[in-house]
């Protein structure tokens, strides 16, 4: 039976995915322009103004416009979380495979951050969306007191793409429909909040699914360790 990676380690991992994205993607001159440019591009890409529609609804609907916000805030980090020591603690075999697919979700997302900077609709300028997650105050204002270095990293949608690790990562990791079932509540939950938030358009949502299921699918066939441990710890169990 395979041992858990050792602590240390892993917690280097999760600064690399809470800090030296951040760090380096703060390195980034994305032009405003271009990244509005970018967002009006993806806009004009869903039909029916969906995401204009949308962000009117929760602009009127004034009760769930704080909770939309805090979600999206706080659930993509801390259930991300949350689901990544459950599974290192207790099912160690998936969770090689389950950390490497989130590092990967990663990555592509900060490439193509590099290479195609875009604005969420909520900061294109003239695009006729209320900012609700200004007005509420909350940490991801973006264009209020607080100011992030990934602001035009809309594509792909990392919240999304982090939800559906999730899901996978619980589905892989119980048999209970239960716990199933609320792993992919939070995707339900966490796309719906990215889009009448005005965070994300449609298409980033699509774009974060795929990267998900590709970086999943990518390390399912990556052996989660080396072949030299694998064999020790057969040594181990015939002796």
């Known amino acids: 039976m395979r041992k858990r990676p050792r602590l240390v380690g ?3 991992v999760v600064a690399v995915l809470l800090v030296v994205y951040d760090l380096v993607a703060g390195q980034s001159h994305a032009s405003p322009s271009t990244a509005y440019a970018h967002g009006r591009a993806m806009l004009g890409l869903t039909p029916g103004g969906l995401e204009l529609r949308a962000d009117h609804w929760l602009a009127r ?3 769930l416009q704080d909770p939309a916000s805090l979600y ?7 259930v991300t979380m949350v ?27 900060l490439i193509v951050f590099f290479l195609y ?8 300028p003239d695009g006729g969306f209320v900012d609700v997650v200004a007005q509420s105050g909350t940490w991801g204002a973006g264009n209020g007191a607080v100011q992030h270095p990934n602001e035009y990293g809309s594509m792909p949608s990392l919240h999304t793409a982090w939800a559906v690790w999730v899901a996978l990562t619980v589905t892989a990791m119980t048999r209970s429909g239960r716990w199933r079932v609320l792993g992919w509540l939070h995707v339900l939950l966490t796309v719906v909040f990215v889009i009448i938030t005005g965070n994300h358009y449609l298409v980033d949502v699509v774009a974060g699914v795929a990267t998900t299921l590709a970086a999943w699918a ?6 989660s360790v080396p072949a030299a441990a694998v064999e020790g710890e057969r040594t181990k169990v015939e002796s």
Do not use: F, K, M
């Not at 999206?72 to 801390?78: F, M, R, T």
């Not at 990518?218 to 052996?223: A, E, G, N």
């Open 10 to 12: 892993e917690l280097l």
């Open 61 to 63: 609907t004034g009760w």
């Open 72 to 78: 999206y805030d706080l659930a993509h980090i801390n």
């Open 83 to 109: 689901a990544l020591l459950v599974c290192w603690w207790w099912v160690p075999h998936v969770y090689r495979r389950a950390r490497n697919a989130l590092v990967l979700c990663n990555v592509v997302g």
């Open 117 to 124: 900077p875009v604005a969420p609709p909520r900061l294109l």
């Open 218 to 223: 990518v390390s399912q066939r990556v052996p």
